[in-house]
Nanobody, 127 residues
Framework: QLQVAESGGGLVQPGGSLRLSCAAS?????????IGWFRQAPGKEREGVSC????????FYGDSVKGRFAISRDNAKNTVYLQMNSLKPEDTGVYYC???????????????????WGKGTLVTVSS
């Protein structure tokens, strides 16, 4: 079964940047899956951050991160990235990547139909 794992979280000051990575487990490829990034802050519901199609040709973002975050993928490296710029304290949370339930299925910021979830990586934005 496909497994994904996030990396790249950490502590950053407001206004700073981080790049998160989402990689597939050995023996699996992300090439044919739409991938999404999601986050959950303490005491809050999970929020959809960004989605990218399997080809990388289409992407979209949640309103709170538009213009600051950028999603991309390098299928040759079997990795999806989330570049986060101009970080704010309200961006703090655990960030998860998830793959759509099947090859060709779309990514949804609601998280519906995203069946393969990583364990998350913590991002803390604080001075």
């Amino acid at each position: 079964q496909l497994q994904v794992a996030e990396s790249g979280g950490g502590l950053v000051q407001p206004g700073g940047s981080l790049r998160l990575s989402c990689a597939a487990s050995a023996g699996f490829t992300l090439d044919y899956y739409a991938i999404g990034w999601f986050r959950q802050a303490p005491g809050k519901e999970r929020e959809g951050v960004s989605c990218i199609s399997s080809s990388g040709g289409r992407s979209f973002y949640g309103d709170s991160v538009k213009g600051r975050f950028a999603i991309s993928r390098d299928n040759a490296k079997n990795t999806v990235y989330l570049q986060m710029n101009s970080l704010k304290p309200e961006d703090t949370g655990v960030y998860y990547c998830a793959a759509a339930s099947r090859i060709g299925a779309p990514c949804r910021l609601s998280g519906v139909g995203m069946d393969y979830w990583g364990k998350g990586t913590l991002v803390t934005v604080s001075s």
